[in-house]
């Protein structure tokens, strides 16, 4: 029988108890363990400065940004911007140059809610509504949606250290993804998320996702942006 060097012997156990040991470190994480260690990757809460906000994409919209600071410039520093993009998607109609994008802006009043929507470089006449249900809802759940975050299509997660992990997930590059960023005074609570986080219940954040006060407030704004 032929005998391994003392030297060769040594790294042929060292290949071994390092192979175990990586082995031992990959273990499955649990949804709450995904949870958190998604949410620690994140921006807290998403929660961006004045400047921040206008440097997003959509609100370089000329048309955009006019709007904003019509608002700001009237003393009103409460209201919303909700976005719904096409990436990939092509359109004839002359209103979008490059990227399909719709942003609604809504804002109140004393008693009631206004909309405008901006729809690529054309835009519409504002439509009233006799109704503060959105700012109501918002007043009453922006402590809670600040803390959230819409969680993506994620299958399964692993953990390889205490501070690396690998996610099972799913990436689609021509779907609707959405925006919310809700003003209220100097800060803003930018909320994104794409049409297959809420569809796809292979996902195991599926039924997280439509108990986030967020994604309410999102079916509660789709209820009023119906003008086209």
């Not at 009103?76 to 004839?92: A, C, K």
């Not at 219940?201 to 599926?206: D, L, Q």
Request: charged letters at 25%; proline letters at 2%.
């Amino acid at each position: 029988m032929k005998i391994l060097p003392i030297r060769y012997l040594v790294v042929v156990l060292a290949l071994i108890y390092f192979g175990q040991e990586c082995t031992m470190a990959q273990t499955d994480m649990t949804k709450d363990e995904i949870l958190v260690a998604w949410k620690s990757m994140q921006k807290k809460g998403d929660i961006l400065s004045v400047k921040d906000f206008r440097a997003l994409d959509y609100v370089k919209n000329t048309r955009v940004n006019e709007a904003i600071g019509r608002l700001l410039s009237d003393g009103i520093d409460s209201f919303i911007i909700y976005t719904e993009s096409y990436p990939g998607y092509l359109s004839s109609n002359r209103c979008y140059v490059g990227q399909v994008i719709d942003s609604y802006i809504i804002w109140r009043s004393d008693t009631s809610m206004h909309i405008k929507l901006i729809k690529g470089t054309c835009e519409s006449e504002f439509v009233n509504f006799n109704s503060l249900e959105i700012f109501t809802y918002c007043k009453q759940n922006v402590d809670v949606m600040e803390k959230e975050v819409v969680m993506p299509v994620i299958f399964g997660g692993q953990r390889k250290t205490d501070s690396i992990y690998s996610f099972s997930t799913q990436s689609i590059s021509h779907e609707p993804n959405y925006s919310i960023a809700i003003a209220f005074g100097n800060t803003f609570k930018l909320t994104n998320f794409a049409e297959s986080d809420l569809l796809n219940k292979e996902n195991i954040f599926h039924e997280y996702n439509f108990e986030l006060r967020s994604i309410r407030l999102w079916e509660l704004i789709k209820n009023y942006t119906t003008i086209r």
